[in-house]
């Protein structure tokens, strides 16, 4: 006994509907993969200030965490402060600027003895802070 199907597809539609599936699910599975949802990194809150500077080319970024275990982060890799020295040294960029991202209750002697590492090798260092509410 042979069965039939009562409908029949006909022509380009399996092809064209599978295949828009698929590039329906490449899309979908792209945009969640990148850094499009999340950015990747260390969460800070940064203080406010009413001074801000223009953006820098190609700065180098220190991360300051707060509380009691504060930790320095030098391109999103945790190190120790006497490590910090060696690794400014060792920066080939042209633009010989630091930008500090200190976490609000980052230790003002943290802060204060990095900015010294930075300025001792020749890098102009900003603090980063973001606008106050309302402006």
């Not at 590039?23 to 945009?31: D, K, V």
Request: glycine share 8%; no cysteine; aromatic share 6%.
């Amino acid at each position: 006994m042979r069965l039939q199907r009562a409908f029949r597809l006909r022509g380009a539609v399996p092809v064209l509907t599978s295949g828009l599936n698929v590039i329906l699910l490449l899309l979908f599975f792209i945009l969640l993969s990148t850094s499009f949802l999340l950015r990747p990194g260390i969460a800070l809150e940064l203080p406010s200030s009413r001074s801000l500077l223009p953006a820098m080319q190609d700065p180098v970024v220190l991360a300051i965490t707060g509380g009691a275990g504060a930790t320095v982060y030098y391109d999103d890799v945790a190190v120790e402060v006497d490590q910090i020295g060696a690794r400014l040294d060792a920066h080939r960029g042209a633009a010989r600027q630091v930008v500090i991202k200190a976490d609000r209750d980052a230790p003002l002697a943290l802060v204060a003895q990095v900015t010294d590492l930075a300025l001792a090798r020749g890098f102009s260092v900003a603090l980063a802070a973001t606008p106050p509410p309302g402006r």
